[in-house]
């Protein structure tokens, strides 16, 4: 039949443009990373942030001479906040654009599938912002984070619950995704750890409209604190429609994520304020270089920048740190060189360990930040903390009842 | 007690704007037969027609229904007169490719707003989003309490039309009996297109109505679109008052789902009703009414 | 013969790929092209043939997925026992959905496989005991060349494509397109329509549940949003249905082809030769594909394709093809 003819000829065709439609840089004189964000889709706020954070550190260190002489090039590749996006986007990376090790993983989901990959591939990947446990409790050996894992997120909370709050009732919050679920089944462990008496615990599909049936439940139930995990626009509807509902428990906690963005006080306005959340990193922490980057950040980009952005940022010294050390760009090198990382950037002291039965995490400290007139302010550790932990909070009054 | 109550508000507000989406479909199904898949991203095209408006000019949400509402009429005659009355000359195999086209137009309208404002959420603020106010110990969001009368105002002004107006007579006499209607000297060409217009205009009310609650972004028509179907099937085609009854069952449905099953079946409360009314009530809630007259 | 021919070229095309063609990425896009392959045939030989036109199949994609990812992490049973166990679930579920849908019609039947889907991935979604919800399930990959994998899903692409041929041929095919032309006339013809629906709807059923548990073994990675998705399993099987040609054999595999190289060869932009900001034009062109396809090729490019000669070779219609 014809139609099969022209289907061959077809076929022919793509493929010669296939061997000849090369991806762009073929320098000799450059190492290629590959770095895979969300740039679209739900999750861009934050893959943004991520990624100009990621130019910024590249453009310092090519300028400092790069590694050992050789341009560093930033592969950044949309994971769509799929995970299977991710897979095959990370596939090229390796088969085809053959860089030499793999940076970023914003999404649990996504990084999970990634890591399975790399993994697989033996290729080196360091994660600086997925957090779920599995992807350092599998075994992946291959696969090594920068940043704490979910379980460690509310630390520095639980901390503050001993310290100040004592509540007896706890009803947590999360959205069904791989983040949300982990850092719920975190927080109800250190809940049952402390005797906090779990109330309520309920996942929810991203992307809801309403929350009150579920917030009118937990004002009955009134527990002392409410624990939310959530990505941005949930987090910023749950606090307005809080509000609405004049639901005031003694505290909001937010399981960092969403309510750490300069996007969430934009979006819940007054029903933002006096909010408190984990977070992993503030710029007045005294690690050298900290406020330099965020007052950079804020000085190229006209837009604030928090932990996300201080992971990559401190990903990419690590990146460039590792490759410089490395004896050669094989896996296997690139692999000892990060073993053997031991280095203070903006995010903190870097060096990874096996700690439990986590392979390849770095120790990293949390934090608590609180939502002060529009500002975000370090409260806790106390030691650290940039504004007084304002507790307890007449929550009526902080929304203009 | 309370909880009970509150859930029951806010099915019923948040139903309010689920009749404007249904009725607006249904009334398309009712006259067309077409099975409107790009519905929720009409209803998209019109938030970012009020996005701009409120952004750039300012303009109240509720007033740029004004001009959204129109700018989607006209879009929908559009996409009727030179997409959609087209494929009924064509042959075909299958006669489901009115659906398939308006698969296609969805998207293209979702990648065409995905271009020009990105995938970022936007939303637009106005002085009174969060505001609730109290009837005892109930709380009643404002801007959904707005909503609620202007859709209600909405549906009574098309009733109107479609009762007393030359156009809406024609509009409901083909959606009874295309043939009859055409004999009867209806030009059934120009209402089908007309129809797609109105049908257009009434989810972008809804589109305007819900930005101060919601926010926006070029993906959000997809859920609304099978949300208005089973508006559609739980109403009975073609009925504008069973999509009102359908917008706010489905509104209370989703809303006790929600708080007594668990958030995370909220979706799947609509679903369910869906296939349950596809399958044992073919004639939807008002085919319950005839049943019971006959 | 002429078609024979072609049709042995083809198949040593499809053979020797992956041995010329040695880069992952390219055997990664084969695969996934095959994949759509049997979903497509199969979607077709329900919809395009039977009539019944179905805006559910990730229903059966997703079990024969979950399927096998189930008994791979909660059995320890190795993942490949799921394409045969994919492949029946799928089969069973099938009929299932059929003794809710088959009472509907036109568009109602799809409006009703549509809600089915949503349906279940809600299930997947909420049911964590059994499906681990929205974490989804992972595995380790079985090969890590891509080789047998490509081999694995061709071999079921062709037994796909070749029982639809046959069946086709067969009794069954004429009582299959009489219930799509006229399902009335065709029962006052004493034709059982209910039992051929559901035989039609069992075999498009069975080979994507299998084509589903063959993605889980492959991608090793699966969540409710990827295997029941509307848009990315559904939807995407109507369309390389509809622009292959709905009603032929060989539509569908055209439709593959075509459109996962559409949207590969946006999302690459042009394989790296256009700008960037292409790579974010890939739905869009689906849209533009689907409602050109629909406009002007409403049979698909088979089905069409005596008018793409006229108009695009300018070949008048002399002879027979």
Redesign the interface.
Known sequence: MRVLKILMVFLLSVTLCFTFGVSSSMAADSVKVGIVLPL???Q??FGEVEKLSFDLALEEINAAGGINGKKLELLIEDDTGRPEVGRSVVEKLITKDKVVMLGGGYSSSVTYAVAGVCQQQAMPFLVNTGSADKITTSGWDWIYRLNPPASHYADAVESLLVATIKPKTVAILYE?SLFGTSGAKAFEKTCNKLGIKVLLK????H????????L??IK?LNPDIIYMVSY??DA??LM??A????LTPKMFIGGAAGFTLP?FV??????SDKVISATLWHQVLPFPGAMDYYKKFLAKYNRDTEYHGAEAYAACYVIADVLKRAKSFSNTDVKKALSETDMMTVFGQVKFGTWGKMLNQNKADTYVVQWIDGKLEMVWPEKASTKKFEYPVDWLKVWGY | M??LI??LV?GVL?GGIYCLIGIGMSLIMGVM?I?NLAHGQLMMVAMYITFVLSSYMHVDPYFSLIVAMPALFLLGCFLQKY?LN??MK????????Q???T??????L???C??IF????K?V?TSY????F?IGNI?F?LPMCIAFIFAVVITLILFWFLAKTDTGRSIRATAQDKEAATLMGVNSTRITIITFGLGSALVASAGSL?IP???L?PDIG??FT?KA??IC?LGGLGSTVGAIFGGLTLGIA???G??YI???????VG??I??IA??FLPGGLVGIKRLIKS | MKKNLTLIILGIVCLVFPLVVRSDYYQHLAIIVLIWVIVGSSWNLL??YT?Q?SFGHAIFFGVGAYTAGIIATKLGISAWWGMMLGGIAAMLIGLFVGW?CF??R???F???T???G??FR??A??WESLTDGMVGILIIQSFRSKLPYYYIVLLLAFACVFAIHLIMKSKWGYYFVSI?ENQEAAESLGINTLLYKNLSLMVSSFFTGMAGAFYMNYMAFIDPEVVFS??YIS?MA??VG?VGG??TIMGPAVGAFIMVGVQETFRSSFFGLAPAWIS??H??A??????FV??FL??GVV?DWSKIKRYVFRIKPSSVS
């Open positions: 679209t889709g739900a861009a706020k069904n309920e996942g929810y599909e992307g809801g409209i309403d929350y009150k049936p579920v009118t439940q009955r941005i626009m910023s509807l307005k429609q509000r609405e509902m004049k996007e934009e979006n819940a306005g007054k029903a | 309370d909880v509150q859930t806010a948040i037969g099975i997409l087209p494929l064509i042959d075909s195999i299958l006669p489901e490719n659906v398939l086209m698969v296609g137009i969805g998207m293209v979702a990648e065409i995905r271009f990105t995938s970022d959420y939303t603020k989003g969060g505001e609730a109290f709380s969001n819900l609650i919601f926010y972004f997809g859920p099978l179907f089973v099937i989703e809303s006790l929600a708080t668990g958030m995370g079946y909220k979706e799947m679903f369910v869906f296939i596809l399958v | 919809a395009g009539g036109v809710v009472r509907l036109g568009p109602y799809a409006l009703g549509l809600a089915g949503e349906v809600l299930i979604t909420n799509r509307l848009h939807i109507i369309l509809i709905v009603g974010q034009g739905a869009m689906f849209g533009l594909l689907v409602v629909i406009m409403a049979n089905g």
